[in-house]
């Protein structure tokens, strides 16, 4: 990278970054709850933002137990059902952000086949399907592609896939995956813009979103 010399990022791309600040004002990553990203995606549709990619995943659905302690302060509880009242549906939150933006893109994860060189060893090491998976697959039909050939093909093959909950993909504009791939001394330089999986090809979350731009 210093030899390459640095690459000035285009103008009309951008990151929201997660950092230390993030954490500081925010708190730990694992307590946030989903209505932070529908408060992103409001303030991005707020400034005209032509497209949103999350490479955060949200594949189980949120726990329906939480209490924010500033909703209880601020709430005028005079029964029982006041109090159920203050237990809110992130997702729903998340998704209805999603609905009014028009043009949210999400993130899926897959597990990478341990076996890379055995066409066989993939087609048997194939996850199973799930009746939640077979309609994830179902709604996903349109990002991937069939490719009889993927057994001679020299793209990486994975052996199962995590797509985002369904009411979120189905409030999505477009979904693909967001992962890296580590170098054999673990570190990243590569951003691989397909995969192999389940006898297709599946585009990456940057893919997706540049054929939907173009």
């Known amino acids: ?16 970054d997660i950092d230390a600040l993030t954490l500081g004002v925010e708190g730990r990553f694992q307590d946030w709850t989903r209505d932070k990203y529908a408060e ?13 990619g999350f490479d955060i995943f949200f594949p189980e659905a949120s726990a329906t137990e939480i209490l924010k302690k500033q909703d209880l302060i601020s709430a005028q509880v005079k029964s029982v059902d006041d109090v159920l009242d203050l237990f809110r549906d992130y997702d729903e939150e998340l998704r209805e952000s999603m609905i009014n933006a028009g043009n949210v ?22 996850g199973a399907k799930n009746e939640d998976k077979r ?28 797509p985002p909950r369904t009411m979120l993909m189905k409030a999505s504009r477009g979904v693909g995956y967001a992962m890296t791939v580590a170098d054999i001394d673990g570190s990243v330089r590569q951003y691989p813009v397909v995969l192999i999986y389940d006898g297709k090809i599946w585009p990456s979350l940057a893919l997706v979103m540049i054929l939907d731009y173009i």
């Not at 995606?41 to 400034?47: E, Q, R, S, T």
């Not at 893109?105 to 194939?126: H, K, P």
């Open 135 to 162: 309609q994830a697959l179902e709604y996903l039909e349109p990002f991937s592609k069939e490719y009889p050939d993927w057994p001679d093909s020299k793209l990486t093959f994975y052996t199962d896939i995590e």
């Open 105 to 126: 893109f999400l993130g899926q994860s897959f597990q990478i086949a341990a076996n890379q060189d055995d066409a066989d060893w993939i087609r048997e090491n194939t």
């Open 40 to 52: 992103i995606i409001d303030a991005l549709n707020a400034m005209n933002a032509r497209m949103i």
């Open 1 to 16: 990278f210093l030899i390459r010399g640095s690459i000035p990022m285009d103008q009309n791309v951008g990151t929201i």
